[in-house]
């Protein structure tokens, strides 16, 4: 379902990280991890990836203030999904207006993960 796309999983919970891969790879995903918004910053700097799932509250630099400055500094457009333990409706209307393409809640549920993942890379018509 995911084959081909490379994807920084930004998360600084190591459990959550983990599941994340395994449900990403298991799709056919390549998988790179970061375990904080610096940390994604950095990466993104070197590398090539083509949708970033980013967790909105890490310490050292939050998923809001990492997605800030990769639409703004970066001036990058790279698809990027924020991950949420917490109220969702207030926590989705955050990630939008912040500059992500979506947002789903934790613990990650393999079903929506992937259908969130397929409808940003559509919407951003991206092809693997």
Same mark, same amino acid.
């Given at each position: ?28 995903? /390549?998988?790179?991890? @970061?375990? +904080?918004?610096? $940390?994604?910053? =950095?990466?993104?700097? #070197? ?33 990027? /999904?924020?991950?949420? @333990?917490? +109220?969702?409706? $207030?926590?989705? =209307?955050?990630?939008? #207006? ?31």
């Amino acid at each position: 379902m995911l084959t081909g796309l490379k994807i920084l999983v930004t998360e600084d919970n190591e459990l959550s990280q983990k599941v994340a891969h395994f449900i990403l790879k298991k799709q056919g995903a /390549i998988v790179d991890s @970061a375990f +904080n918004g610096r $940390e994604a910053i =950095d990466f993104l700097q #070197k590398n090539n990836c083509d949708l970033v799932m980013m967790d909105v509250h890490m310490p050292e630099m939050d998923g809001y203030e990492a997605t800030e400055y990769i639409r703004n500094t970066m001036k990058s457009n790279i698809p990027i /999904i924020g991950l949420t @333990a917490s +109220n969702w409706d $207030e926590e989705y =209307d955050e990630c939008i #207006k912040r500059g992500m393409n979506a947002c789903i809640t934790k613990p990650i549920e393999p079903n929506s993960l992937c259908e969130s993942i397929l409808s940003v890379i559509k919407e951003n018509k991206f092809t693997p």
